[in-house]
């Protein structure tokens, strides 16, 4: 089973600031299954990226996904208040599907 | 629009049995694939399996080998899963999720369902 690392645990940061979050494999993941969550209290998860790049309908530019192997990178360019929750990154390309442990956004 | 409705919260006691119903519409049920993953509360996400529709093929985590069934009835296009020997850890939200079909992420997700396991 693939592990996934995510980091930081948590991230205080200010609307209008950069957000960076990793997420890093235990073995690589193929890049075509590598997707990014958002989740919101007391709300299902959200699909932001899927691929490890691309943009899921409807999500904004301010959103992008990058990396290969084992290192992969989420970028909120600019943070928006709507912005602060708690992001995932899963692989669901071997056989056992695993998340990571979130990363969560709060408002410095 | 495509959605999944999954059935409403559940109370067990502990050494039995909950099925969980995720009820799809708007794309074609049978090209799709739909994963489950539940939340405790203030815990992290938790992958429990997946279906591929068309096949039935199913794929579950280590961890829940020995007591998930997932299976589908394409009749009425709802997707199963059943978690046996409940203990009160299994106490969480449970999610299914699908990718409508086009085999690169799992875009959807219903409301969640509520399973509470208490003597």
């Known amino acids: 089973e693939i592990v996934l690392t995510q980091s930081p645990g948590t991230l205080s940061l200010s609307p209008g600031e950069r957000a960076t979050l990793s997420c890093r494999a235990s073995?690589?993941?193929?890049?075509?299954?590598l997707a990014w969550y958002q989740q919101k209290p007391g709300q299902a998860p959200r699909l932001l990226i899927y691929g490890a790049s691309s943009r899921a309908t409807g999500i904004p530019d301010r959103f992008s996904g990058s990396g290969s192997g084992t290192d992969f990178t989420l970028t909120i360019s600019r943070l928006e208040p709507e912005d602060f929750a708690v992001y995932y990154c899963?692989?669901?390309?071997?056989?056992?599907?695993?998340f990571g442990p979130g990363t969560k956004v709060d408002i410095k | 629009q495509m959605q999944l409705v999954q059935s409403g919260p559940e109370v067990k006691k502990p050494g039995t049995s909950v099925k969980v119903s995720c009820k799809a519409s708007g794309f074609t049920f049978t090209s799709s694939a739909v994963q489950w993953v539940r939340q405790a509360r203030g815990q992290r996400l938790e992958w429990i399996g997946w279906i591929v529709v068309r096949n039935g093929n199913t794929n579950y985590a280590q961890k829940f080998q020995e007591r998930i069934t997932i299976t589908r009835d394409v009749s009425t296009s709802t997707v199963y899963m059943e978690l046996s020997s409940l203990r009160s850890e299994d106490t969480a939200f449970y999610y299914c999720?699908?990718?409508?079909?086009?085999?690169?992420?799992?875009?959807?997700w219903g409301q969640g369902t509520l399973v509470t396991v208490s003597s």
């Open positions: 999720a699908t990718d409508a079909g086009s085999g690169t992420a799992f875009d959807y």
């Open positions: 899963q692989q669901y390309g071997s056989s056992g599907f695993t």
């Open positions: 073995q690589s993941v193929s890049s075509s299954y």
